[in-house]
């Protein structure tokens, strides 16, 4: 005995649902990167702030602290 479908759906159906599950997965995906780089940008900005108040309340000279920065490398 053969298997009956109560509610045969075509593969095109199926296509068409999937499709939409994965255009949905992508918008959210997109919306979660475009968190993810504004967060980024915000920490470094918050870094540079930071280092920017740091050199000003620093007694070193602007040729002192490049000097140092530059003997790191």
């Known amino acids: 005995m053969g298997r009956i479908k109560k ?3 075509s ?3 199926v296509i068409r649902v999937q499709e939409d599950a994965v255009a949905k997965a992508k918008a959210k995906y997109d919306a979660e ?3 993810l780089k504004d967060l980024l940008a915000k920490r470094d900005e918050m ?5 920017l108040e740091a050199v000003e ?3 070193k000279t602007y040729e002192e602290i490049m000097e140092f920065l530059k003997a790191e490398e």
């Open 47 to 51: 870094k540079k702030k930071e280092l």
């Open 57 to 59: 309340k620093s007694n």
């Open 11 to 13: 593969i095109e159906e």
């Open 33 to 35: 990167v475009a968190k």
């Open 7 to 9: 509610n045969p759906v």
